[in-house]
């Protein structure tokens, strides 16, 4: 995004040379301040163009996709889901990380960092995209070097040709929902199988290892309630557990379906942010225990195999109803009724759109 000084993304939080960023970063504050130079200045859709490039390259979260659509909408820039997959869907996957690969944060800091990895995707940087130096991002990346290519790989031999986030659209998810194919097992970005739903995250642990579980090696996991409205504030619940049955025959991943976030160090192919969510009305809370699901990652859809009269003549059941939050006063009730779907960035629907740099008022 720009945001921070050229070099310092990702430095560990244990290495020393952040006690001298932080004052060059104060320093830096007050002079763009005096310049005038303000994070809305830097905040334009080139900026986003090139964070969305940063994220195919290392392989980065998929909250990535809900924090920068909220930034975005926050900034007044006109950033849509679609855009993950436009631009994110022709990077290659340059960084050998966790969950994707097998170093940590710090190993890719010491490979490079940042800088080297987006050095080698420099064509695909909007060049007019500024940091807070006030120059164009790409102006920075002169002289980055890659020191361990067991860590980042060049441009031309990428660890995968493709590695950006993937939104999936189908009668499961009409506003959409995204996956992470770096992290998905390849057997089953193709795949159709029987549902097996979990009404929460509370049924889910009670349930999962349960020996009597319907499930086999070609089930579909649906866990709902998780999204913003039904679980506020979007946790990362949503990392599902493979059953203890199927795990004791060597099974390690299964397809699995959200309406919440799950931690971005989590591995599988796991389809999350589906929007509108259960609680939204969303057809996820209309699927039941059976119900064929074809996931086509290729194709970016995600379907329930039924007719669209059949789902429309659907109701959620009283546990699915009964499983979602439903406060009848304070801050947590004006979170659900404003609280905008993970597809818009999960931010509350007044604080959209840029405020300027109006200064308050005197209080006394």
């Given at each position: 995004?720009?945001?921070?000084?050229?070099?310092?993304?990702?430095?560990?939080?244990?290495?020393?040379?952040?006690?001298?960023?932080?004052?060059?970063?104060?320093?830096?504050?007050?002079?763009?301040?005096?310049?005038?130079?303000?994070?809305?200045?830097?905040?334009?859709?080139?900026?986003?163009?090139?964070?969305?490039?940063?994220?195919?390259?290392?392989?980065g979260s998929s909250n990535a996709v809900v924090h920068l659509l909220a930034i975005a909408g926050r900034a007044g820039v006109n950033?849509?889901?679609?855009?993950?997959?436009?631009?994110?869907?022709?990077?290659?996957?340059?960084?050998?990380?966790?969950?994707?690969?097998?170093?940590?944060?710090?190993?890719?800091?010491?490979?490079?960092?940042?800088?080297?990895?987006?050095?080698?995707?420099?064509?695909?940087?909007?060049?007019?995209?500024?940091?807070?130096?006030?120059?164009?991002?790409?102006?920075?990346?002169?002289?980055?070097?890659?020191?361990?290519?067991?860590?980042?790989?060049?441009?031309?031999?990428?660890?995968?040709?493709?590695?950006?986030?993937?939104?999936?659209?189908?009668?499961?998810?009409?506003?959409?929902?995204?996956?992470?194919?770096?992290?998905?097992?390849?057997?089953?970005?193709?795949?159709?199988?029987?549902?097996?739903?979990?009404?929460?995250?509370?049924?889910?642990?009670?349930?999962?290892?349960?020996?009597?579980?319907?499930?086999?090696?070609?089930?579909?996991?649906?866990?709902?309630?998780?999204?913003?409205?039904?679980?506020?504030?979007?946790?990362?619940?949503?990392?599902?557990?493979?059953?203890?049955?199927?795990?004791?025959?060597?099974?390690?991943?299964?397809?699995?379906?959200?309406?919440?976030?799950?931690s971005g160090t989590a591995f599988g192919t796991v389809v999350l942010h589906v929007s509108p969510e259960a609680a939204a009305g969303?057809?996820?809370?209309?699927?039941?225990?059976?119900?064929?699901?074809?996931?086509?990652?290729?194709?970016?859809?995600?379907?329930?195999?039924?007719?669209?009269?059949?789902?429309?003549?659907?109701?959620?059941?009283?546990?699915?109803?009964?499983?979602?939050?439903?406060?009848?006063?304070?801050?947590?009730?004006?979170?659900?009724?404003?609280?905008?779907?993970?597809?818009?960035?999960?931010?509350?629907?007044?604080?959209?759109?840029?405020?300027?740099?109006?200064?308050?008022?005197?209080?006394?």
């Amino acid at each position: 995004l720009g945001l921070t000084l050229p070099g310092l993304a990702g430095t560990p939080a244990a290495d020393s040379r952040l006690l001298q960023a932080s004052h060059d970063s104060g320093r830096r504050i007050v002079e763009m301040v005096k310049e005038d130079l303000k994070p809305q200045d830097i905040l334009t859709f080139g900026a986003f163009t090139n964070a969305i490039v940063a994220l195919g390259a290392i392989g980065g979260s998929s909250n990535a996709v809900v924090h920068l659509l909220a930034i975005a909408g926050r900034a007044g820039v006109n950033l849509t889901l679609d855009d993950f997959d436009r631009i994110g869907s022709r990077i290659p996957l340059l960084v050998n990380l966790l969950p994707a690969g097998e170093h940590l944060m710090e190993d890719m800091f010491r490979a490079g960092g940042l800088r080297a990895v987006l050095a080698q995707v420099e064509k695909h940087l909007d060049r007019s995209a500024i940091n807070v130096m006030g120059k164009p991002l790409v102006d920075s990346l002169k002289g980055a070097e890659i020191f361990d290519a067991s860590v980042i790989a060049t441009y031309e031999k990428p660890l995968q040709p493709e590695a950006g986030i993937a939104v999936l659209r189908g009668n499961i998810a009409p506003d959409g929902a995204v996956i992470k194919p770096a992290a998905a097992s390849a057997r089953l970005l193709v795949h159709t199988g029987a549902a097996v739903v979990f009404e929460s995250i509370e049924d889910f642990h009670d349930r999962i290892d349960d020996p009597d579980l319907d499930v086999d090696e070609n089930s579909v996991l649906i866990l709902r309630g998780c999204g913003p409205k039904g679980y506020p504030g979007m946790p990362e619940v949503s990392n599902m557990a493979i059953p203890k049955k199927l795990l004791e025959k060597g099974i390690d991943d299964l397809v699995r379906i959200c309406d919440g976030r799950m931690s971005g160090t989590a591995f599988g192919t796991v389809v999350l942010h589906v929007s509108p969510e259960a609680a939204a009305g969303g057809p996820l809370a209309l699927i039941k225990n059976g119900d064929l699901i074809e996931l086509n990652v290729p194709a970016r859809t995600i379907n329930v195999k039924i007719s669209d009269a059949e789902l429309a003549a659907r109701t959620p059941s009283a546990a699915t109803m009964g499983s979602l939050a439903n406060p009848s006063r304070g801050w947590e009730r004006m979170y659900i009724d404003h609280v905008q779907q993970a597809h818009l960035g999960a931010d509350l629907d007044f604080l959209r759109g840029a405020s300027g740099s109006a200064t308050p008022r005197e209080s006394h």
